[in-house]
T-cell receptor, first 116, second 112 residues
Framework: EAGVAQSPRYKIIEKRQSVAFWCNPI?????LYWYQQILGQGPKLLIQ????????DSQLPKDRFSAERLKGVDSTLKIQPAKLEDSAVYLC??????????????FGPGTRLTVL | GENVEQHPSTLSVQEGDSAVIKCTYS??????FPWYKQELGKGPQLIID?????GEKKDQRIAVTLNKTAKHFSLHITETQPEDSAVYFC???????????FGSGTQLTVLP
């Protein structure tokens, strides 16, 4: 079974530029998550989708971050404009979904973003 | 919201010895506690989990214990091997919040 795919794996940009990340979840997984992992810390949830609807975006900095999941499959996360403190690994995860908070989340390899 | 604290931040053990990582949580409504292993350049991978109606769970060399009264849970790895070297994260999920809150991670190094 293919895992969660993410691209690009690495991205370097200058502050105030924009950047987009792409995620393809495991086939059949209804729930998709985006996490931000700052170096030396645990992942922090940014946004959670159930199919193509947003379940939780309470920790998403909406003035600069946006995310969408069209057709309930792939998802993109965008940052515009980027700040130095956005340097982190952005992880995408997916789970079967169905409302159970105990569903196992499967993580992709992440995109390492460096903002100069 | 939930707050998860994890100790130690780094841990070095000799191959064959045991390793113990401890976590505490703040939300008494949390009822699901997964542990993740993250190798360099990869995303976290679930290694074991425990629900609040269980005090202990074991899977080969890995075990997790939960003390709901004290609000802490621990990961135990026995007979450690070099391939166990990685960063380990504990997490807690509240049934109401329905989101994972991660600890800050433990860098485990198994010395040959």
């Amino acid at each position: 079974e293919a895992g969660v795919a993410q691209s690009p794996r690495y991205k370097i940009i200058e502050k105030r530029q924009s950047v987009a990340f792409w995620c393809n979840p495991i086939s059949g997984h209804a729930t998709l998550y985006w996490y931000q992992q700052i170096l030396g810390q645990g992942p922090k949830l940014l946004i959670q989708f159930q199919n193509n609807g947003v379940v939780d975006d309470s920790q998403l900095p909406k003035d600069r971050f946006s995310a969408e999941r069209l057709k309930g499959v792939d998802s993109t996360l965008k940052i515009q404009p980027a700040k130095l403190e956005d340097s982190a690994v952005y992880l995408c995860a997916s789970s079967l979904g169905g409302g159970r908070h105990t569903d196992t989340q499967y993580f992709g390899p992440g995109t390492r973003l460096t903002v100069l | 919201g939930e707050n998860v604290e994890q100790h130690p931040s780094t841990l070095s053990v000799q191959e064959g010895d045991s390793a113990v990582i401890k976590c505490t949580y703040s939300d008494s409504a949390s009822n699901y506690f997964p542990w993740y292993k993250q190798e360099l350049g990869k995303g976290p991978q679930l290694i074991i989990d425990i629900r609040s109606n269980v005090g202990e769970k074991k899977d080969q060399r890995i075990a997790v214990t939960l003390n709901k009264t004290a609000k802490h849970f621990s990961l135990h790895i026995t007979e450690t091997q070099p391939e166990d070297s990685a960063v380990y994260f504990c997490a807690a999920v509240s049934g109401s919040a329905r989101q994972l809150t991660f600890g800050s991670g433990t860098q485990l190094t198994v010395l040959p």
